[in-house]
């Protein structure tokens, strides 16, 4: 590293700078105090921030029109995870068209980077990330997210529909 | 000896070679699904094009053979077209359900489309539907949907197993594997029919799910389910063992395997084991790290003189171990009452044809070998004997790694159970051992692939083997628990020297990594 150092003739007066910074200071105070609605700064948790649709939060299963899991339990998703904080159990299907199923699909949420690569790495469009951000837990809180969790959850209402439907595949003959 | 030329290379084949035998001989990659080198040709797949000089046309490598002087070569533009829309055909039905596939990762199709296809399909038309999860028998499940027809299985079922329980049924692109009403696919060699299946059609029951293939690490052993000693491929990761196959061995097993030496893995998982050692004294049962248990038994060894001790055997240990302990026996306890535990003594000598035999130990001949060298002679009579009169007080036994195996477990261990002091090696949980009463030891032993060694099958041959992994790290081997036992330490083996990254006998070439990451050790097809 270099270090440039002035060693004009100006520079040794310090009061100048000092003052022109206390300017500033001054001046961004007092837009502050009479125009606050455009102050940069927000109050949290009473204000929150809103993020662009394509923000990487949380994880959300995507489900079928029947609100099952459209998770194929193909292990993508854990093969591409960096972090290798997912972890899912397989099962056969009754269904011989579904086949395949996980009867658990954790996510060890504390472990996990946000890098999205689950997302891209799964064919069916069984997970994404979704907009959540704010995952508080008091003391002993459960942060390895099941399927109920991931799913399920009161915000999803239900569940977040998948783009990939077997069924609609079939008819057009994929 | 005709001689010929294949990819610029020149080549002396056997008389009636095919061209594509001797291209995987002289490593040359080939696409083919149908040629299987154990069985007849059927060249109906029309994927291992080769061009030849003087042909106008591209030729199927698995049904010509090789002449004086043929120019062969598949690496033009011309094959490499004919394999394309080889595969073209073969893809037109094939669902796109490489997540739900089991064989996904070790695929012929995968592999072949990365290689040779990488097209956009050109079929307009939508693909035929067919049964899914088809219960094949007991072992077998098929996905119509996903078999290309190769007719490997249909061929095996003829020539290898004998059985015919498969056969291809419809016409066109309606036709698909199956058996007949009341005929399930249930022999003993169903399951190579799973290991030559180039896709994911037939798939194991037992398998089935349970793992993705990309996360198994595979090593290669020896079979220790019966006396043929098949050589065969374990597959396994850090929850354990999930499944064995079959490697090649001409002198051996060939290509194939018998279902029963494929639960050998079952045995070797840590939740079928015995983890710690567990001493039973007067005060009830105690638990003890097993070398602890090992020294504990020693001090009683030590007090015991020659007469009143015995040793038993069964025939799954390797020949090193039986050397070691035996020769501790005799030369240090100074005993030579050590007698063979032979299982299913009637079926002993049984033979189906194939692979299996009726001899459920993989060294009796290495055991055989070990009592004759030190000139033991002594037989189980002797002991019921010895055991009924008290003259025999206490017996060191070296149980059996495969329990299913024993049929007369129960009824030995009851007999054994009369002796004052049973010292009991074994490598797996059993609720007959815990239910013995006396003074008990019964300390952990390690399986056949947790230990190099040496097994020498029905014919004599011996087949060395290496460690694969360790799965209960407390757990001791035959030798160590001799040594032990007879009041010695452990030497404790001296860190091996760290190799250079370019030295490591089991270094992945970069190239083969940077090819496909997950196939790089499948071998060929």
């Known amino acids: 590293m270099s270090v440039m150092q002035n060693n004009s003739e100006k520079a040794k007066w310090y009061l100048p700078g000092v003052l022109g910074g206390l300017g500033i200071t001054m001046k961004h105070l007092l837009k502050n105090l009479f125009n606050r609605k455009k102050m940069m700064t927000l109050n949290y948790p009473e204000e929150k921030y809103e993020y662009s649709p394509r923000f990487k939060g949380n994880h959300v299963l995507t489900v079928k029109k029947d609100g099952s899991l459209r998770c194929t339990a193909c292990m993508l998703c854990a093969t591409n995870c960096p972090a290798e904080c997912i972890k899912i159990t397989a099962a056969e299907h009754n269904d011989p068209s579904v086949e395949k199923y996980p009867i658990s699909y954790e996510i060890d949420i504390l472990r996990c980077v946000f890098c999205g690569f689950c997302e891209e790495a799964c064919p069916v469009d069984a997970i994404r990330l979704g907009p959540e951000w704010q995952t508080p837990g008091v003391n002993g809180a459960n942060f390895i997210y099941d399927i109920n969790h991931l799913a399920y959850r009161p915000t999803l209402r239900g569940g977040i529909q998948t783009h990939v439907d077997d069924e609609e595949r079939h008819k057009a003959g994929i | ?525």
């Open chain 2, 1 to 525: 000896m005709p001689k010929c030329t294949i990819n610029g290379k020149e080549v002396e084949v056997k008389e009636g070679t095919t061209i594509i035998k001797a291209m995987v001989d002289a490593g040359e990659r080939i696409a083919h699904y149908c040629w299987h080198d154990g069985l007849s040709v059927a060249g109906v797949c029309r994927l291992c094009m080769v061009e030849i000089e003087g042909n106008p046309r591209v030729q199927i490598a698995c049904n010509t053979t090789i002449t004086e002087g043929m120019k062969i070569n598949n690496t033009s533009e011309k094959v490499k077209e004919a394999v394309k829309w080889g595969l073209d055909f073969h893809l037109i039905n094939h669902p796109l359900d490489c997540p739900i596939c089991d064989q996904a990762g070790e695929c012929g199709l995968q592999d072949q489309y990365m290689e040779y296809g990488k097209y956009d399909p050109e079929m307009a038309e939508p693909k035929q539907k067919k049964k899914k999860v088809v219960d094949l028998g007991p072992t077998v499940v098929l996905d119509s949907e996903r078999c290309i027809l190769c007719s490997r299985c249909v061929r095996f079922t003829e020539e290898v197993s004998k059985t015919n329980e498969l056969g291809i049924f419809n016409r066109g692109d309606r036709s698909e594997i199956g058996t007949h009403d009341g005929m399930p696919l249930d022999n003993k060699y169903s399951l190579n029919t799973v290991d030559i299946c180039p896709v994911g059609a037939l798939t194991s029951k037992d398998f089935r799910f349970r793992q993705r293939v990309w996360y198994l690490k595979d090593a290669e052993t020896v079979c220790n389910g019966c006396a043929t000693g098949c050589n065969v491929k374990v597959y396994y990761n850090k929850e354990g063992f999930f499944r064995v196959k079959p490697v090649y061995n001409e002198n051996v097993n060939g290509y194939w395997m018998c279902d029963e030496g494929r639960d050998i893995y079952k045995f070797v998982n840590r939740e079928t084991r015995l983890l710690k050692a567990q001493v039973r004294s007067n005060s009830g049962w105690s638990e003890m790290p097993a070398g602890a248990a090992a020294k504990h038994a020693h001090e009683l060894l030590k007090t015991t003189s020659g007469d009143s001790l015995a040793l038993v055997l069964t025939a799954q240990y390797t020949v090193e171990e039986f050397d070691a302990i035996v020769s501790t026996f005799v030369n240090e306890f100074k005993t030579k009452k050590i007698y063979f535990w032979i299982n299913n003594k009637e079926t002993f000598d049984n033979f189906d044809g194939i692979l299996l035999r009726g001899d459920k130990n993989p060294n009796t001949k290495g055991l055989l070998k070990v009592l004759e060298k030190h000139g033991i002679t002594a037989t189980w009579n002797d002991l019921s004997q010895g055991l009924a009169s008290g003259a025999i007080k206490t017996v060191v036994v070296a149980g059996p790694e495969n329990q299913a195996v024993f049929p007369d477990f129960h009824e030995r261990v009851k007999e054994l159970s009369k002796a004052q002091n049973l010292i009991w090696l074994q490598a797996g949980k059993n609720e007959a051992l815990m239910s013995l009463t006396g003074n008990v030891w019964l300390i952990p032993m390690k399986t056949f692939v947790e230990k190099d060694g040496t097994f020498i099958n029905h014919a004599g041959l011996e087949q060395k083997f290496k460690k694969v992994t360790t799965v209960v790290s407390e757990a001791l081997t035959l030798t160590e628990a001799a040594l032990l036992m007879s009041g010695k330490n452990l030497a404790i083996p001296t860190a091996q020297p760290f190799l250079p990254l370019n030295q490591r006998p089991d270094q992945v070439e970069l190239e083969a990594r940077k090819k496909n990451e997950f196939v790089f050790r499948r071998g060929s097809l």
